[in-house]
Each structure stands twice: as structure tokens, then as C-alpha cells.
């Protein structure tokens, strides 16, 4: 089968990317359907909040997998054998195994006090959805099993394999709710996701036998510890980054009934346009550039960096314009004859207009955080993601409470656009090629064309 064989860094963007877009559709149209049998109410609130803490724990094992365990993993492969680095890798899959296996108990012992400390929902809220929360725990257990098995195969270059998988999840989440919904609410969303992780891992194992000839039984120690300590950068910096994630919709949770759902959909809807070009070309080209740093090619990062810079930047920069013009349009047609309250649906629009501006400083953000793993500059990547993360929490303790929820979109784009420009700069110092003043020319008239479009949208 085609999409079971190796890809070129070409044909990997262009076969993922459309994978991507069609399990991402299919990640949508599950979010639009929540809106269209349960509108914006505190129960819809509460599912995301539940949603995307899941998330952010599962993300927390997929950052050490690609700043860390995959660039150490090709090293290997490149400089010593292949057997070498599957050993290595197996070592962490167990590992993970055995984390996930002690945390989702641990998230069972005291749900309720746990959520009702990290939110402001009513305890009555939480004793509602109870059931909900301790249904989805299991997920992030099956989340970064499977994260870490798509990215092993990523590595080898079957890249549209991590987008089959969250077609496959989000094609089972959408099954079950529109089957379900009546008798299991947003259970049985989450009922979806847990059968499609466990098929996923089970279909993974067995392709990485059959393809990869791999042997599950071999281990590696001997780098665990200096894996970790050079990790435990990243999964600081991470840390802060998930914590800069979720203060938000902390705030949100203070606000009018539907405003963190409102919040969830206009991020969901400002993700779209980035589909093609965020991605899928961080992922695929992060393997390049582990192979480029490790072969010593310096020139060829400089003129990758370049390329990526200014023509992939430029295209979501007009796309993020255009997009922010026509938000109140795209809600009314996507939302209008749903459940949404006609107060959401003007949130949802205000929201979008102000959070799709940050997608070129969000994609040249992580593109060099990927550049500078390859590099394995972690004490880096964790040095620009405090000042970017830290700025941002600190700004939101200030002004999200006083100036709502418009403030939060605006507050998020100004650290990532001045992180933007200093990482630009750093890396001229490990890529002496880089053409760094020709880029940074270029952002500085973005962000300039970007406040007079935050300044029409107020």
C-alpha cells in the first residue's frame, strides 16, 4: 500500500498536509456538532476545559519525543546503527507506559477537588460532568503512547501515518456523537476517542513489526540519563508554555456562561487556514533539519530557514488578514443556525478577528524552536520560551480581568512576535549564513501591518 512506504521530504508535506486536512476537517466538524446539539452552555464549557487539559498533558510526552528523543534517535541512526536507536526509543516507550499507567489513577483519587482548585466552575457543575472528566483520563495514557509510536514512524519517513491516526480518532469521535449524543451527552465523544487510541496503538505495534522489523525487546540504558537532563530544558520550557495555555481559560471560566466555548471555536476556526502550511512543514521539515545539523550542512539550513521565513510567513500573513476581515461572515455561516446564542456568536467573531493575526509569528516561532533542537540548544529553546510564556502569563494576570475577553488575543500575540525577532537574531550565531536582516525586515512590517488590523477590529 503507498501510504505504508517511505516518502521524500516533498511528497511527505504534500500526502501528510492532505491527510491533515481531512482528518482536521473531521476534528471540526466533531467541535461544530458539540455547538450544534449542545450550543454554548456551562456543560460545553466544562468538556473543553476537560478536553484540553488532556491535551496539554499528552502534548507535554509529544514535545520530549521531538525536541529530544527523535533528534537523539537519528543521531544514533545516522552515526552509529539503526539497531542502536531502536533500542534507545524502545526504552522510552515503556517508560511512558509506566507514567501513564501511575497518573490516571492518580487523576482519579480527588477529580472533583482537583477541578474545582483549576477552574471556577460551580461544584455543582463539576458534580454534573463528573462522570465525563474521569472517562477521559484514560486518554492521556493512550495519547502519548501513540504520539510517541507516529512520531518513531514519522522518523522513518512514513510521515502521513500521524495524520491517519487522528483521522481515524476524530472519524470514531464523530460516529459516536452523532449515534450517542441523546444517551451519553459528551461522553460519548470522549467513548470515540478511547476506542480509536486503542485501535491506533495496536495497528501501530503492528506495522512497526511488520515494516520496520522492529524487536520490542531490545533496550538501551546507557543515554537515559544524559537524554533526560538535556530534556529537562524543553519539558521546563513546555511547562511554561502549557501553563501559558491554560491561564486563559482559567480567566474565561470567570466570565458569562458559553465565553470559554466561544474561545474554543474561534481558535479552532483560526487553526484551519494553517492546516497546509504549519503543521505538516514543522513536522516533516523538523526531520530535516536533524539530518542537515547532524551532516554539518550549515548552508542548506540557512537556505531552508530562508525559504520557510519569508514565502510560508508571507502566505499566512495575507491569509490571516483576510480571514480576520471576513470573521463575522465565516461565524454567522459556520454557527448561525446552531444552538449558539446570538452574545456567542459575536464573541466567537470579535475572537477570531483578533486571534487569526498571530498565525506568521506562530509558525516562524516554532519553526526556529525546531531549528534550535536540531542544534540541541534545549537551554535555548527554554531561555525564549519563558521570556515568551512568562511575558504572556504576566500580561494576563494584568489585563484579561480588567478588559475581558478581546484583551486575551492581542496579549498572546505581542510576546510571540517579539520572541519572533530574537530568535531570529540567536540563530545567526550557530547559522552564520542566515540572512537575518533581510527576515527580520520582513516581520517588522508584518507586525506593522498587524496592529493597524488590531486597531480596526477594536
Not at 412 to 417: E, G, S, V
Request: proline share 3%; net charge positive.
Amino acid at each position: 500500500m503507498a501510504l505504508l512506504r517511505t516518502e521524500s521530504y516533498k511528497k511527505g508535506i504534500i500526502y501528510s498536509s492532505a491527510f491533515n486536512v481531512g482528518g482536521k476537517a473531521l476534528a471540526f466538524f466533531q467541535q461544530w456538532l458539540i455547538g450544534y446539539y449542545f450550543g454554548t452552555t456551562s456543560g460545553t464549557d466544562i468538556f473543553f476545559l476537560t478536553y484540553n487539559l488532556v491535551l496539554y498533558v499528552s502534548f507535554f510526552f509529544l514535545n520530549m519525543t521531538t525536541s529530544v528523543l527523535i533528534p537523539e534517535a537519528i543521531k544514533l541512526r545516522n552515526r552509529e546503527n539503526d539497531d542502536k536507536s531502536k533500542a534507545f526509543l524502545n526504552t522510552f516507550v515503556y517508560i511512558y507506559g509506566a507514567v501513564g499507567l501511575i497518573l490516571v489513577p492518580l487523576l482519579n483519587i480527588d477529580t472533583a477537588g482537583l477541578f474545582s482548585r483549576i477552574s471556577s466552575f460551580s461544584h455543582q457543575v463539576i458534580a454534573d460532568n463528573l462522570t465525563l472528566i474521569r472517562w477521559a483520563t484514560p486518554l492521556v495514557l493512550l495519547n502519548a503512547l501513540t504520539l510517541l509510536l507516529t512520531e518513531i514512524m514519522a522518523s522513518y519517513k512514513y510521515f502521513t501515518i500521524p495524520n491517519i491516526v487522528n483521522a481515524i480518532n476524530s472519524l470514531l469521535a464523530v460516529a459516536f456523537l452523532c449515534l450517542f449524543h441523546n444517551q451519553l451527552g459528551f461522553k460519548a465523544i470522549v467513548v470515540g476517542l478511547l476506542v480509536g487510541s486503542t485501535f491506533n496503538l495496536i495497528v501501530l505495534l503492528a506495522m512497526m513489526h511488520r515494516q520496520l522489523h522492529w524487536n520490542f525487546t531490545a533496550f538501551a540504558f546507557a543515554r537515559i540519563k544524559s537524554v533526560l537532563s538535556s530534556g529537562l530544558y524543553s519539558q521546563l520550557g513546555y511547562i511554561v508554555y502549557l501553563s501559558a495555555l491554560f491561564v486563559p481559560q482559567y480567566f474565561f471560566t470567570n466570565f458569562s456562561q458559553g465565553s470559554l466555548t466561544a474561545m474554543n471555536y474561534a481558535d479552532k476556526i483560526a487553526s484551519i487556514p494553517g492546516i497546509f502550511l504549519i503543521t505538516q512543514i514543522t513536522n516533516v521539515m523538523a526531520i530535516k533539519y536533524n539530518n542537515l545539523v547532524s551532516l554539518g550542512d550549515s548552508q542548506e539550513v540557512a537556505n531552508v530557514t530562508r525559504r520557510l521565513m519569508i514565502y510560508v510567513s508571507g502566505s499566512l500573513f495575507i491569509v490571516a488578514i483576510i480571514t480576520s476581515l471576513c470573521s463575522p461572515w465565516i461565524v454567522n455561516i459556520l454557527f448561525g443556525f446552531t444552538k449558539f446564542t446570538p452574545e456567542a456568536l459575536t464573541l466567537t467573531a470579535n475572537l477570531l478577528s483578533l486571534m487569526i493575526l498571530i498565525l506568521p509569528f506562530s509558525f516562524a516561532y516554532n519553526m526556529l524552536q525546531k531549528i534550535f533542537n536540531s542544534y540541541k540548544k534545549q537551554n535555548l529553546v527554554l531561555l525564549i520560551q519563558t521570556i515568551n510564556y512568562g511575558a504572556a502569563m504576566l500580561l494576563y494576570y494584568i489585563f484579561i480581568p480588567r478588559y475581558g475577553e478581546l484583551s486575551f488575543p492581542i496579549i498572546r500575540l505581542i510576546p510571540y512576535a517579539a520572541t519572533t525577532l530574537i530568535s531570529i537574531a540567536l540563530l545567526k550565531h550557530y547559522c552564520r549564513q542566515l540572512p537575518s536582516r533581510l527576515i527580520v525586515t520582513i516581520f517588522l512590517a508584518i507586525a506593522a501591518v498587524t496592529t493597524l488590523a488590531i486597531l480596526h477590529t477594536l
